[in-house]
């Protein structure tokens, strides 16, 4: 890709452009006219109305700024769109746009399972056509016929069967990348500038290409709402329990530091956590976070609360459940003696990679882990009474079903 374009616009008519404009793409311009045996036309009233329609169509289109992509022009919100990573998805259907999803990596694991509890919502994935196997199916790409693919530009490279190469025959071919997905992490570790945005921030870029910003700003207010309201009920630090996200199979923790940057320890944040691993070690972690531990580190950490990693979606896979995970480690010689063990606290976390609703779902949930007494325990999935719920789950499923 070219470092010094800043924009993924496509200036040649595509096979695309062929498509949508109905084959009327003269010599990279979109010219108005007829063709045939009738009366011919006035070439100076022709071109004149021409020259109109041109200046209506400069009038609708509209061009999103988003990093590490540049700028992308739209003449109308994406109509079929493929995503590799799920956020994208969650947020085409948090902005009204989930018809809009035609492909996805994995159709199966998208996990609409938090939204699904709210009143009056139902998330519809019949439809969505998978273009990974082993590897990104280029022809499957092409056959999909997207018009926006919201995908990193700088992360796809890092894909099974895409290079390059293959991205910018893409940009080319089909549609542009629409995506920045190491704001996730704050990890991208290339040499290309990159810009991380809050949450809300990277919303707001999806909601000016959706054209749906006023979803973005009454979400956005729901979610201050909810920060204002656990922000006021926070014990004092040394009265917080410390607490620690790992995803443990087969007999090992994966960790997960919640101190770092970026939007998947968004909640922690939110909830004023303190870190087990940190008060542990300090800036001396004797481990490499994302790798595994074996039980007698987690025991010398010994957390007072324990998160599985994904685990509120584990019911969407089948023969997986949270309630295995914590009876095999409380039957271990060494799991059984963990502080979060011995005390029921061993809790189902959410994947980071979703939209804006489920990290509502996540500051709820971590802000009753941690703090029970505050604002209540947690009693299962779908099963908190509405006097103990955090944020209003009546106004999201409008805003989701457009009532805003």
Known sequence: M??????????????????????????????????????????????????????????????????????????????RVVAFDRQW??????????????????????????????????????????????????????????????VDPLRAPTLEGLD???IEELERNVAPFFANRYSWTEGYDGDETYTYYTLFDLYEKFGEAFEAQDRVAALREVDEDLTETIHSDLPPEEERPTVMQVGYYDGEFYTYDIEDGGIHTRHY????????????????????????????????????????????????????????????????EVGSELTAIQNDAYYP????????????FYSELTAKYLYPETFGEFPGLGEIPEEEQLFDRQRVADIINGDI
Do not use: M
């Open 89 to 150: 998805i969650h947020i085409a259907y948090e902005l009204g746009h989930g018809d809009a999803v035609v492909g996805a990596a994995r159709p199966d694991s998208l996990w609409f399972t938090l939204h699904e509890t709210l009143p009056g919502v139902s998330i519809d994935l019949d439809g969505i056509e998978s273009f990974y196997g082993d590897q990104i199916d280029k022809e499957v790409l092409y056959e999909i016929d997207p018009d926006l693919i919201a």
């Open 269 to 332: 944040r939110e909830v004023g956590a303190r870190s087990a691993i940190r008060e542990t070690y300090g800036d001396d972690v004797p481990f490499e976070f994302g790798t595994a531990v074996d039980f007698e580190t987690l025991l010398e950490i010994d957390p007072d609360v324990l998160i599985q990693a994904s685990s509120l979606f584990y019911g969407d896979v089948e023969g997986v459940s949270h309630e295995d995970t914590v009876e095999e480690v409380s039957e271990h």
């Open 164 to 166: 390059e190469s293959d």
């Open 349 to 360: 976390g959410g994947t980071p990679y979703a939209g804006p609703v489920a990290y509502l």
């Open 2 to 79: 070219n470092d010094n374009d800043d924009t993924i616009r496509r200036e040649a008519p595509t096979r695309r452009d062929y498509v949508k404009y109905g084959g009327t793409v003269v010599g990279g311009g979109l010219l108005a006219g007829c063709t045939g045996d009738g009366p011919e036309s006035d070439d100076s009233t022709s071109n004149e109305s021409s020259s109109e329609e041109s200046d209506a169509a400069d009038d609708e289109r509209y061009t999103v700024d988003l990093s590490p992509v540049g700028k992308v022009e739209f003449d109308a919100p994406p109509k």
